[in-house]
């Protein structure tokens, strides 16, 4: 059989699933083509306007799967397009002349992932961003935007030639060696964190490393923010009727973090949009994308009965649909209404269809039915579902008796939660005894009591609601420290310097708890002796050797 690539024999060389060099092919070129005119359309006919920047999140899955498609929008936009070589390939790009429209900047966030395998893509973007700079021929928001940051980080400091070169980055990921944003641990992890503007932070420190031709993984802060000031419209695509925005907690990640960060530098959310590149090729609205998918999914009695099959891993998924609904109404307050709330309290928790979910749950994975309930309670709590008191103390009562008769469930945003657990307590109507079982069971948890619940303090109280004010309030922990990861600062040629400052108030309770006998005391003093034990043993043997060398050498 003749591969399609002849270039693939021998066979083992190239773990990668498509010659880079391709990206974008001419199918996927002509496909962006029309997308960006009907959407550039419609945009003008509701505004008034063009779009001054737009911002694209890239992924190499989804890349591998549309050849190329949201890369090729990222250069029409610029009014730049690719030059093909005879097989096909992309050697270079060239400005379109006579462009009857703006020349409308971007800004592109990648996944790890891509950075690490598309390189080449990045640098052809990067070209692609300094050849419509230097474009005079009509309306330029690329060179316009430019020239901002460049007077902008000459006011900060910067030589004449740094500021030059930072003014035209225009793409962002991890530091080198990262794989993620982090917000995909830091909002599950509730308790943590007090508002989405210390979310937003966190994804800007993290995301804000830059790369280009001559740029590997410069970290850049400051640069990242201004490039995300002018943002009105943000990009993402999904290629494949697998996967849409709810099967993980990534996609919410990197999209719904970026419509964060935005807010938080611009003070305005970017419209956001989804290239559903499924079947027929077409730019739709984030919520338009959403709410299909928990219609025809998430919400569908066929697709539920369908993971009821799965017995303990169909229980998984429904608990991880709930989590990644979580991530959406964190970064996205406007996508998730309470009434999708409402839902999944009715359908997963009070079994609103009768297709025994109760009965799965106990039998198969009752870990994750409690888990769900325990989010739908902190939604609460947090301030973004406000139902009935009726139904708060219900919940309250289920997730008591589970905890009490299946054990302690410890994730994210349950164990460790003291909070939350103080707050279950004063919600529940269930008798003395059944809320004492549960504050000795969660006790053998923690290695100590449950404190009394501040009955006077509000449920929202220093959680920030759908708000996005900075400062962190009394009672939780504003530092999201237990999430980060390092990385290298990267390099580019460029002399610049910037930090991330953490804070340890709190970290004690941002840690998943595994049950343990009762007994402190014990616990604590152990490692100690152990410790003291360690060092006496290794000094005997170092004075040991040393003993026997001298001996030797005598």
Known sequence: MTPRNPEALPTGRNPYPLDSRTIPTRTAWETAVKLVDSFLEDYLRK?????????????????????????????????????????????????????????IDITVVTSGLYRDLHMDIIALIDRAVKLAAGASDTANHVRNNSETIYFKLRG?????????????????????GAYSPGLQEAIPASETWNNSAQLASFYLERVSSAYGENVTGLKVPSVFRENLMDVTVAMFS??????????????????????????????SKPEM?????????RIETMSQFLTRDLLTRYLNPKWIEGMMKGGYDGARYMDSFVENLWMWQVTNPELVSESTWDMVNSI????????????????????????????????????????SDQVKASLANEYINM?????????????ANLVLNQWIVSLSTLNSAAIDKFKRTMAAAW???????????????????????????PGESGDLSTVTSSGTSGSGGVSATGSASTTEKGNARAY????????????TQMPIYALIGIIAIVGLMGAGYLLSGRSRIR
Not at 238 to 256: C, I, K, T
Not at 513 to 522: D, F, I, L
Request: charge should be negative; proline fraction near 5%; include cysteine.
């Open 47 to 103: 505004h008034g306007s063009y779009p001054t920047k737009v911002a694209f999140v890239l992924w190499a899955s989804e890349t591998m799967r549309h050849q190329g498609v949201m890369e090729a929008e990222i250069l029409y936009l610029m009014g730049v397009k690719p030059v093909w070589d005879s097989r096909g390939r992309v050697k270079d790009v060239e400005l379109i002349k006579n462009l009857t429209r703006p020349r």
């Open 512 to 523: 998943e708890v595994a049950a343990s006998t009762q007994g402190s005391s014990e616990t």
């Open 403 to 415: 905890v009490n008769q299946y054990g302690v469930v410890c994730c994210h945003h349950t164990c």
């Open 348 to 387: 997963y928790v009070r079994d609103s269809y009768g297709i025994g979910l109760n009965e799965f749950f106990s039998t198969s994975n009752p870990y994750a039915r409690a888990s769900i309930i325990a989010r739908l309670i902190e939604t609460v709590r947090k301030g973004y579902w406000n139902p």
């Open 273 to 281: 949009y989804i290239n559903n590149l499924r079947s027929d090729a």
């Open 447 to 473: 290695g100590e009591n449950l404190p009394p619940a501040d009955t006077g303090t509000s449920p929202t109280d220093g959680s920030g609601g759908h708000s996005v004010p900075d400062g962190a309030s």
């Open 156 to 176: 900060q400091g910067f030589s004449e030639d740094d500021a030059r070169r930072l003014s035209l980055l225009r793409i962002f990921s991890e530091e080198p």
């Open 238 to 267: 999904r290629s494949s009727n697998l996967y849409g925005a709810l099967e993980h907690p990534m996609v919410a990640a990197y999209f719904g973090g970026l419509s964060l960060a935005v807010e938080m530098v611009s003070g």
